[in-house]
């Protein structure tokens, strides 16, 4: 069942430029030029029930522009969208209460208070009952690793345990559908896999369905099965991670360790040559070929060890956006 | 309900933050009052009058503005521009709750310290200066007393968004704002009794909406108003709130679709 369904959304910008320097700002004063960006141009989507989804595009590609449409922060330019059978703008409360949007890189938090004290009026903001207040307070409180952080004022926090917080504030009326800009922006690796870890639980555990932003495709390759791939402005690929993969990346590598020294030509009728510095030897080989391949290879020569791998997700992205620009 | 309250004490906790910077902001507020106090007491020595007034008449009046703008004229909504100007709104719009209902409620909190303080530092006056001070007695004028005040809290609400609002349009808020709040309050009647002004001018100001946050409250209180004229006086500031809640909600939703959630 569809949750979300954007169809042919546009969202321009109107800004105003400035040339650069002291002339440039008093040419401004006097007369401003305003120019209309496209933010986002004419993109489409439908994401199910429970479905967790990567949003992926370099800066400035309108992830965030996405988002904050979805979400009913923004008013579309164009087009129309449907999350939860609401449209989004019309910011219904019964809608709010279904959502949730998580921005790594802001804050919703009272400043000079402790985190509990935002947690509280949100308790009371989303009409969340005593009980389950402190249920998923609990569960989040202790996942996170916060307990002692909770009296503190927010601005003594850093930025990691900031954001720990600010993900509490948002999911502890348990939102139906979350909208995540870079959760794991600023953390370090112990947490970000933390993160992961819960974000995945949540999605089990309420069938929530998820659109991820993030620049870590370690977020995206252990989270999201498909992958919505955007850049300026328009959706260049919308389906399964496993099939970029095939598509973008049609061989696989291997990878080989030898006991013994084996001379290099013979190798060459395997596959690609990709490197060879005794014992570790890697090529490339057709994805259809990978099985055969490895059988002859584990037949012929002397092996101790064979890694068959998909050549890693950032790479594969960074060749999308590479020939997108070609075009 | 319980949500408002929970903003109005998360507001008094966060006042208290800022212990050094509030009670300086008092002390700003005790100066200007007694900067004014002792202007008048120059003016109208003893046992005179000056355009209608003896000098306790207008250091009653004078100190009851303390008082009542400490209830109409506190607020946080200042804030609303910038809200709108770094996309701080996005987290209020993203949550089911009223984002005016927040700021009133924020207001709250914030009057509800001021006042308290207001009371304590006129106490204080009270004990070393012995001002000549009338206290009314009449039932119905202290009932209209604070109505009009709870009127004119609401109106100056209304003003006080409005002039975030233009944080949709602009990046420049404060100069306006800064303008805006001078012509108030001396419209309002924060300096001296609008009606020493001469009466043509005055004939003008009771139809506009200033004159209702502080000149008209302290006028009933003072006893100095006739049934009739209190009533049209409630009907004017019932007027302008009607037309100031047309006025944002207009603007409001005007500013939403070009908000741009800035800079997240």
């Given at each position: 069942?569809?949750?979300?369904?954007?169809?042919?959304?546009?969202?321009?910008?109107?800004?105003?430029?400035?040339?650069?320097?002291?002339?440039?700002?008093?040419?401004?004063?006097?007369?401003?030029?305003?120019?209309?960006?496209?933010?986002?141009?004419?993109?489409?989507?439908?994401?199910?029930?429970?479905?967790?989804?990567?949003?992926?595009?370099?800066?400035?590609?309108?992830?965030?522009?996405?988002?904050?449409?979805?979400?009913?922060?923004?008013?579309?330019?164009?087009?129309?969208?449907?999350?939860?059978?609401?449209?989004?703008?019309?910011?219904?409360?019964?809608?709010?209460?279904?959502?949730?949007?998580?921005?790594?890189?802001?804050?919703?938090?009272?400043?000079?208070?402790?985190?509990?004290?935002?947690?509280?009026?949100?308790?009371?903001?989303?009409?969340?009952?005593?009980?389950?207040?402190?249920?998923?307070?609990?569960?989040?409180?202790?996942?996170?690793?916060?307990?002692?952080?909770?009296?503190?004022?927010?601005?003594?926090?850093?930025?990691?345990?900031?954001?720990?917080?600010?993900?509490?504030?948002?999911?502890?009326?348990?939102?139906?559908?979350?909208?995540?800009?870079?959760?794991?922006?600023?953390?370090?690796?112990?947490?970000?896999?933390?993160?992961?870890?819960?974000?995945?639980?949540?999605?089990?555990?309420?069938?929530?369905?998820?659109?991820?932003?993030?620049?870590?495709?370690?977020?995206?390759?252990?989270?999201?099965?498909?992958?919505?791939?955007?850049?300026?402005?328009?959706?260049?690929?919308?389906?399964?991670?496993?099939?970029?993969?095939?598509?973008?990346?049609?061989?696989?590598?291997?990878?080989?360790?030898?006991?013994?020294?084996?001379?290099?030509?013979?190798?060459?009728?395997?596959?690609?040559?990709?490197?060879?510095?005794?014992?570790?030897?890697?090529?490339?080989?057709?994805?259809?070929?990978?099985?055969?391949?490895?059988?002859?290879?584990?037949?012929?020569?002397?092996?101790?060890?064979?890694?068959?791998?998909?050549?890693?997700?950032?790479?594969?992205?960074?060749?999308?956006?590479?020939?997108?620009?070609?075009? | 309900?319980?949500?408002?309250?929970q903003i109005a004490k998360n507001t008094w906790d966060e006042t208290f933050t800022y212990r050094f910077s509030f009670i300086t902001y008092r002390i700003r507020n005790i100066?200007?009052?007694?900067?004014?106090?002792?202007?008048?007491?120059?003016?109208?020595?003893?046992?005179?009058?000056?355009?209608?007034?003896?000098?306790?008449?207008?250091?009653?009046?004078?100190?009851?503005?303390?008082?009542?703008?400490?209830?109409?004229?506190?607020?946080?909504?200042?804030a609303i521009g910038n809200d709108i100007n770094q996309g701080n709104l996005s987290s209020f719009?993203?949550?089911?709750?009223?984002?005016?209902?927040?700021?009133?409620?924020?207001?709250?909190?914030?009057?509800?310290?001021?006042?308290?303080?207001?009371?304590?530092?006129?106490?204080?006056?009270?004990?070393?200066?012995?001002?000549?001070?009338?206290?009314?007695?009449?039932?119905?004028?202290?009932?209209?007393?604070?109505?009009?005040?709870?009127?004119?809290?609401?109106?100056?609400?209304?003003?006080?968004?409005?002039?975030?609002?233009?944080?949709?349009?602009?990046?420049?808020?404060?100069?306006?704002?800064?303008?805006?709040?001078?012509?108030?309050?001396?419209?309002?009647?924060?300096?001296?009794?609008?009606?020493?002004?001469?009466?043509?001018?005055?004939?003008?100001?009771?139809?506009?909406?200033?004159?209702?946050?502080?000149?008209?409250?302290?006028?009933?209180?003072?006893?100095?108003?006739?049934?009739?004229?209190?009533?049209?006086?409630?009907?004017?500031?019932?007027?302008?709130?009607?037309?100031?809640?047309?006025?944002?909600?207009?603007?409001?939703?005007?500013?939403?679709?070009?908000?741009?959630?800035?800079?997240?």
């Amino acid at each position: 069942m569809p949750i979300i369904s954007v169809s042919h959304l546009s969202k321009t910008y109107r800004v105003h430029t400035k040339e650069a320097g002291l002339s440039g700002t008093l040419k401004a004063i006097v007369s401003r030029e305003y120019k209309t960006i496209p933010a986002v141009d004419d993109i489409s989507f439908v994401i199910d029930s429970g479905e967790v989804v990567g949003f992926i595009g370099p800066n400035g590609a309108g992830k965030t522009t996405t988002l904050k449409c979805l979400s009913g922060l923004l008013y579309p330019t164009k087009g129309t969208i449907d999350v939860l059978g609401y449209e989004p703008f019309k910011r219904d409360y019964q809608f709010l209460r279904e959502i949730s949007l998580v921005m790594g890189q802001k804050n919703q938090l009272w400043w000079d208070l402790p985190a509990q004290e935002t947690f509280l009026l949100n308790k009371e903001i989303y009409d969340i009952s005593d009980e389950q207040y402190k249920t998923v307070l609990h569960d989040l409180v202790a996942l996170l690793e916060v307990e002692e952080l909770l009296t503190v004022s927010v601005k003594t926090l850093s930025l990691g345990q900031r954001m720990k917080m600010e993900l509490i504030a948002s999911l502890l009326h348990t939102p139906k559908v979350l909208f995540l800009d870079e959760p794991t922006i600023g953390l370090d690796v112990v947490m970000q896999q933390k993160i992961r870890e819960f974000l995945r639980e949540y999605n089990k555990k309420y069938n929530a369905s998820i659109l991820l932003t993030s620049h870590y495709m370690g977020d995206v390759e252990e989270l999201c099965k498909r992958v919505i791939i955007i850049n300026f402005g328009k959706i260049i690929y919308d389906g399964l991670l496993a099939d970029l993969v095939k598509k973008f990346a049609p061989e696989k590598k291997i990878r080989i360790i030898f006991h013994e020294y084996v001379d290099p030509k013979k190798l060459e009728k395997y596959g690609k040559f990709v490197s060879f510095q005794f014992p570790e030897w890697v090529i490339h080989v057709p994805r259809d070929k990978t099985n055969t391949t490895t059988a002859a290879i584990l037949k012929d020569l002397p092996v101790a060890d064979v890694f068959i791998e998909d050549p890693d997700i950032e790479g594969i992205i960074r060749e999308v956006f590479a020939r997108e620009k070609k075009i | 309900m319980r949500r408002y309250v929970q903003i109005a004490k998360n507001t008094w906790d966060e006042t208290f933050t800022y212990r050094f910077s509030f009670i300086t902001y008092r002390i700003r507020n005790i100066l200007q009052i007694l900067t004014v106090y002792y202007l008048w007491t120059f003016f109208i020595p003893q046992n005179t009058t000056f355009l209608g007034y003896t000098q306790s008449q207008m250091l009653t009046y004078i100190l009851a503005t303390m008082i009542v703008s400490s209830v109409v004229m506190a607020t946080r909504s200042q804030a609303i521009g910038n809200d709108i100007n770094q996309g701080n709104l996005s987290s209020f719009l993203l949550k089911p709750m009223n984002y005016f209902g927040y700021w009133f409620a924020r207001d709250i909190g914030d009057k509800a310290v001021n006042l308290l303080f207001s009371i304590a530092e006129l106490t204080l006056l009270f004990m070393l200066l012995h001002p000549p001070f009338f206290m009314q007695t009449n039932p119905f004028f202290l009932v209209s007393a604070i109505l009009s005040i709870s009127l004119g809290t609401i109106l100056y609400f209304y003003f006080s968004v409005l002039m975030g609002c233009f944080g949709f349009w602009s990046n420049e808020i404060w100069g306006p704002r800064f303008v805006f709040y001078q012509l108030l309050s001396f419209f309002a009647g924060s300096l001296f009794p609008l009606d020493i002004l001469p009466k043509n001018l005055y004939a003008v100001i009771e139809y506009l909406p200033f004159s209702y946050l502080l000149y008209f409250p302290i006028k009933i209180y003072l006893g100095d108003l006739s049934i009739l004229m209190i009533i049209k006086g409630l009907l004017i500031t019932g007027f302008w709130i009607g037309v100031m809640h047309l006025l944002v909600s207009r603007v409001w939703n005007k500013g939403l679709r070009i908000y741009t959630a800035y800079g997240r």
